[in-house]
């Protein structure tokens, strides 16, 4: 993602709002667990783990 006006840098941190809500959001997981059967919410669990571990530091 690559902004170059401030709009379009507003935009990006939306979406990066949006998606980091809805892979913390149990409402959001559930709604897609309902409509495909999958449950994701182990996998996020474990991709949210790796990411704080490996790009946060372990402190987040």
């Known amino acids: ?3 170059t006006k401030p ?4 935009d990006q ?3 990066l ?3 980091g809500w809805a892979f913390t959001h149990a409402e959001a997981r559930d709604a897609y667990r309902r ?3 999958e449950d994701i919410t182990p996998s996020l669990d474990r991709y949210r ?3 704080e571990e490996n790009l946060l530091g372990g402190d987040a």
Do not use: S, V
């Open 1 to 3: 993602m690559t902004a």
């Open 7 to 10: 709009a379009d840098l507003i």
């Open 13 to 15: 941190m939306r979406h």
């Open 17 to 19: 709002e949006t998606l």
């Open 35 to 37: 409509a495909t059967g």
């Open 49 to 51: 783990g790796w990411l």
